[in-house]
Structure formats: structure tokens, C-alpha cells
């Protein structure tokens, strides 16, 4: 019999956001959603401010168990000041960072058996000097990996993306393409589909950068220059890899069918026909690395927060994919 997985270490994110509300509700479904068992790791008024259910205060990852059907386990990480649903502030940003800091040395300690984080916001974030990118590049330093050897998945039922750049402006996306990194992230993908989702011989697709795909050179010469190199040599891996692609005619469903993920050129080529299809159950996870890391797609929503309008159901399908991720690898290494 296989033993239980320890629980999944999940941030709250930012106090004022989103987060606390659907980690909250996720607990309340827990059985209905087919949820193991998890810890919260963030501030305690937070979640008490929008939900008046049970809380259990945890100091260790082995109390959550046993506690979890009493209450919603939580690691407490206090802001300094109070927290207001939907008003970001400075110390909110100070608590986001300690939570998912906690969070992810539980996993990286094995006392929790995955990270998933809550939704930040990195003006906030970037405000109080955080230097990294987003929360993947944060994760990825934290854990021994370089940044570009890990992979931003966005995964839906039907679809599985991967930005090449992440969060940067779009005008220095050419120049931040090289075939170094388009097959770090290649690889990263592949080895992740393999490894987290037992896909043995994963197909990619690789969008071109410019429209048609540059149209033989008249309209960009990204594709030839960078892109189809890159592909050469992955395929000279025996990896299956196909494109350049036309961005445009590369996500309706005949063609979605042909690839296990597509690897786009930028954030938001990979980004828009993800959500567009799957934004409700959308999962962020980052592939690479030595943990099993994962992310509701959707951020803070400060317009909502507080409002008990958030939708708890991509949060629910990360905490199952942490799990089954995780479970996976436990079992084959
Ligand atoms: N993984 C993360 O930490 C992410 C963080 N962000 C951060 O979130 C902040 C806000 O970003 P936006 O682009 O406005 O995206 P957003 O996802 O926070 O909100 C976009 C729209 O979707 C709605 N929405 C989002 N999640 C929802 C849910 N679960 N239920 C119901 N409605 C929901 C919001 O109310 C808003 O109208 C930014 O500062 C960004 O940095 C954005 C994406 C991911
Ligand atoms: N748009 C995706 C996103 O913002 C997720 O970023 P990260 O914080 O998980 O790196």
C-alpha cells in the first residue's frame, strides 16, 4: 500500500487579494472537490475577516491530518497592521513574501509534499524589492534552479501552454529570445510532461513570434534565425518537436489535439488561449524543478476581493494537480 502524502503547503497569497477567500472555500469543498489534505500559510486575520469557518492553528505539517477535518489547518504568518480585503498594502506585500518563503522551504524540506501559492501582486511585490520576476522565478532561485531552466505551465483540461519569456515588456521579447533559452524551456517542458504527468514520449509545438510565423522571412526573421535552429537541435535530441507555427491557427481544438504543449514566445500568446478556454480551472505550475510547484491561474482580483464573489475552482484544480503531481513523482522517482 502506498503511504499518505504528507500535506500540501499552500500560501495565501497577498491578505487583500483573493486568496485567503478561495483557500477558505477550497477547505469548505474539500470533500466535494476531492481535496488531500492541505496547510494555509499566511495571516490569520485575512482569512477571518471574509469567512467565519473553523480555523486550526498548526505549528508542524505532521498536526495537519489529524486536524484537518476540524478545521482549516493554518501556519500562521502575521502582517504587521490589519488586513482590508481589496486594499493592498506594503505590509500585505511583506506577509505575501514570508508566506510563500515558509511555504516553499516546507516543501523543499519534504515536510510538505508540494507547494501551491496563492495569487500576489507583483507592483507590490516589486515595491518592496523583490527582485525576481514573479513567483516562479522566486521558487526556482529558492531552489538551486537558474531561472531559465524552468518552465511557467499554464495547463487546462484541453490545453497546455509555456511562455518562453514571462514578465517582461513586450517590446524587449526579441531580444531576450535566443535558441539557448527557447530549448531550456523546450526541454524543461518535455522532461516535466514526462516526469509530472507520465507522458512518455511528450509532443511540443513551438509558435513562430510573428505573424504567419514570420511568411518566410517578409514579415520577421525570428523564425529562422532563432526558432528553427532551436527546433533542430531538439529534434536532433529525439525529442518531438514541431513548428515554427503559426500562433493564430495553432490553439483550436483539431489542432490542440496534435501536441501535448505549446511553447509560445511570450507571456501573453501562451497566456490568452489558456484562459480564454480554461480560465475558471486554469493551473500555473512551474516545471524544473526538485518540488512539485503549483498556482491557481488567476490573480489578486482586488476588484472582488472581500465580496465572496471569487471562484475557488482554479485554486481547488492546482491543490489536485500539487497532489497528483506529487504523488506521481513519489511513485517513479
Ligand atoms: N500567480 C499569481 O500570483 C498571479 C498574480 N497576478 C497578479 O494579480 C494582479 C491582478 O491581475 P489581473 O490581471 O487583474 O488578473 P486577475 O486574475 O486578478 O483578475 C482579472 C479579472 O478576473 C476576475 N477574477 C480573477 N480571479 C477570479 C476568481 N477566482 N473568481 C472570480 N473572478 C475572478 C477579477 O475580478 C478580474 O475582473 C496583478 O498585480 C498581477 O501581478 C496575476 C496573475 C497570476
Ligand atoms: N500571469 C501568470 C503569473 O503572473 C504567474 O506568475 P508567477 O508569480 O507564478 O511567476
Redesign the pocket.
Known sequence: MNSPLPPLAVSL?DPAG?GPE?VAKCWDSRHALGLPPFVAVGDPRSLSEIWDGPIAIVTDPREVAPAFDQGLPLLAVAAAGASVAGQPTTAGAHCSLDSLELAVGLARSGSCAAVV?G?????QLYAIGFTHPG?TEFVAERCGVSPGNVAMMLAGPTLRTVPVTTHVALRDVPDMLSPALIEARARATLRGLQRQFGIEEPRLAVAGLNPHAGENGALGREEIELIAPAIETLRAEGWLVEGPLPADTMFHASARARYDAALCMYHDQALIPLKALHFEEGV?LTLGLPIVRT??????????AGED????R?MAAAIRMAASCARYRALNG
Open positions: 497569497g483573493i478561495v501559492t495569487p500576489v501582486a507583483k507592483h513567483q500555473n498556482a491557481p491561474d488567476h490573480g489578486t482580483a482586488f476588484d472582488i464573489r471569487a471562484d475557488p482554479a
